[in-house]
């Protein structure tokens, strides 16, 4: 129904509008406010770069953060990731994570960008403090922050937004009315707009999740998607039909889609219902982070990968690298 409201084939979202309305009012108020010298924003010593979006739900974000850790990894530099840490809970702020860090200490994409970068991560709600607690501890020449885009009280060198090239802006309209945080003309005053499928335009950076070998949880093994028999598909991200249409364009014979809520917490019994005997589970990675500690032999997860297209990337990470030097 969200989806219907947002994209403005439903009228509900007229009767949302005044909500919508004080949305904007307050989020530009804030936003002035930091403009205007009132409040401070605190800086960091080192460059901070955030990657966030303008509307809610899934985007393709998460990768783009890994996408850039590990392409500034290969260029010498260190960088760093902070994140807000939503869904998890942890006993204190900041949280540095280890490799016994769970998802409901630290949320689910945390500890997916350190599994698959092993660059240092912290969460914590207030991001400068995550920054703090990263530097007391490692050597970090450059910070990521996974999301933030509207948490103004964090100074950044560099904005990078992430579009949903298929669903874009919706409506138009600030949440809940529709789905943005901010209004389509913030995109002015950002370093680089990346879009995730669908057709980019003109001075924004295409880009496609390339996905790769399907992975058994339990044992590392790897198989193409279109190997594993009558599948069950899980998917708790902010927009499932996209992991779905993945595994249909990888030749994946799905017997049943299962969408979860983003951030989802997942039980072992839950998970376990979802197939019957001889069925097969595939998860997205996000999911799979959740899902380890009790892991059957049936269950797989697929992996992807951010693809970036053109000139334009390699530019953006110079920029970058220039923050440094």
């Known amino acids: 129904m969200i989806a219907r409201i947002w994209s403005g084939e439903s009228l509900l979202w007229l009767l949302l509008l ?19 010298g009132l409040k401070r924003a605190w800086r960091a010593p080192v460059p901070v770069v955030v990657v966030g979006n303008l509307t809610a739900g899934g985007n393709g974000k998460t990768p783009v953060v890994i996408w850039l850790v590990e392409e500034l990894q290969k260029r010498g530099l260190r960088p760093g990731v902070v994140s807000r840490g939503y869904g998890g809970k942890a006993a204190k702020y900041p949280l540095l994570l280890t490799a016994e860090t769970t998802t409901a200490e630290a949320g689910d994409e945390p500890v997916l960008i350190y599994q698959r970068t092993g660059a240092p991560v912290a969460v914590s709600p207030v991001r400068s403090d995550a920054v703090k607690a990263l530097l007391s501890e490692h050597p970090v020449d450059i910070v990521i922050t996974d999301d933030g885009l509207q948490h103004y009280a964090l100074a950044r060198d560099k904005e990078i937004v992430v579009i949903d090239g298929v669903r874009r802006f919706g409506n138009g309209w600030w949440l809940p009315a529709g789905p943005m945080r901010e209004r389509a003309s913030r995109l002015k005053s950002v370093d680089a707009v990346i879009v995730n499928g669908g057709q980019a335009m003109s001075g924004e950076i295409p880009m496609h999740l390339h996905p790769g070998m399907a992975i058994n949880l339990l044992t590392g093994e790897r198989k193409a998607v279109d190997q594993l028999p009558a599948l069950v598909a899980m998917a708790g991200i902010g927009h499932p039909p996209r992991f779905f249409a993945t595994l249909a364009q990888c030749g994946a014979r799905i017997e049943k889609q299962v969408p979860l809520a983003d951030h989802q917490a997942l039980m072992a019994g839950q998970v376990e219902a979802l197939t019957a005997s001889g069925q097969t589970l595939i998860m997205t990675e996000k999911d799979a982070v959740k899902c380890r500690a009790f892991a059957k032999e049936n269950w797989w997860y697929l992996p992807v990968d951010a693809e970036l297209s053109g000139e334009q990337p390699e530019q953006l990470l110079k920029e970058l690298i220039a923050l440094v030097q």
């Open 18 to 36: 005044p909500l919508s309305w004080l949305y904007g009012l307050v989020s530009g108020a804030i936003r002035l406010l930091y403009h205007l």
